[in-house]
């Protein structure tokens, strides 16, 4: 048995992007031993695989005499994560090809 609602309407709720939620990413920046720059990445705190790879990579930086400055993200950087993820995955899920955005 299956209880209904009558009347009952599906809205989507619309995100709220606060200062809050963008703490979440943090900026990753890793040096040489020299203090060269060797990379950079932003880290979805909440998402395991990037936390896991955040996790190794300071192992690895510790073990090969590198420095990572690990920093809360700029809304610049989330932004720009964010849009990359979601072409990745429409690439992933759409054999190949972006979702072209509607007019």
Do not use: C, I
């Not at 709220?16 to 990413?25: G, P």
């Not at 429409?90 to 072209?100: L, M, Q, R, S």
């Amino acid at each position: 048995m299956t209880k209904q609602v009558k009347g009952a309407t599906v809205a989507q709720a619309e995100v709220a992007q606060s200062s809050q939620n963008r703490n979440l990413f943090v900026s990753v920046n890793t040096f040489d031993v020299d203090g060269k720059p060797v990379g950079t990445r932003v880290v979805d705190m909440y998402h395991y695989g990037t936390r896991n790879w955040l996790q190794n990579h300071l192992w690895w930086a510790m073990h090969n005499g590198h420095s990572v400055e690990q920093a809360p993200a700029s809304d610049d950087e989330v932004d720009n994560y964010l849009a990359s993820q979601k072409e990745a995955l429409a690439t992933k899920f759409n054999g190949g090809e972006p979702v072209a955005k509607a007019a």
